[in-house]
């Protein structure tokens, strides 16, 4: 019997037989964090990008995380932030004392927020602004 619901996936996985069999390489090592594979990767990353240091984290909240406390925000700071987001986008700031300060979108700019839609809610104490995108999105 059909009860008319749809079932609408919010990411699904694309991937090829060489990654799974990389992810079964390190579910069989017995490192399911850090290890060489994550060193590896850090070392990689790193050297792609030129930077000096590369931490690979356990999701984007962490990132984001990570991202407010290396600028150093913190109480009396604002940070710019999508208004279409997860609440990580707001709470990373949050997290560290400042608060965050909701742009809204601009079509145009393919559901991101804008230099124009950014600067209408920036203040001479804003200390950062950063565009968020959805899940896995490329």
Known sequence: MST?????????????????????????????????TIDRFEELLAERVGAPYVAAVSSGTAA???L?????????????????????????????GA????????RRAQRRSSPSTSSAAHASWTRSARSARGTGSR
């Open 4 to 36: 008319g619901v749809r079932e609408i996936p919010l990411a699904r996985p694309l991937h090829d037989e060489r990654e799974e069999e990389l992810v079964l390489e390190v579910l069989r090592s017995g490192w399911l964090s850090n290890g060489p």
């Open 64 to 66: 984001l995380h990570l």
């Open 99 to 106: 608060a965050p300060v909701f742009a809204d979108i601009d």
């Open 68 to 96: 407010a406390r290396t600028a150093g925000l913190g109480p009396g700071d604002e940070a710019i932030t999508s208004t279409l987001s997860f609440a990580a986008s707001a709470n990373c700031f949050i997290f560290e």
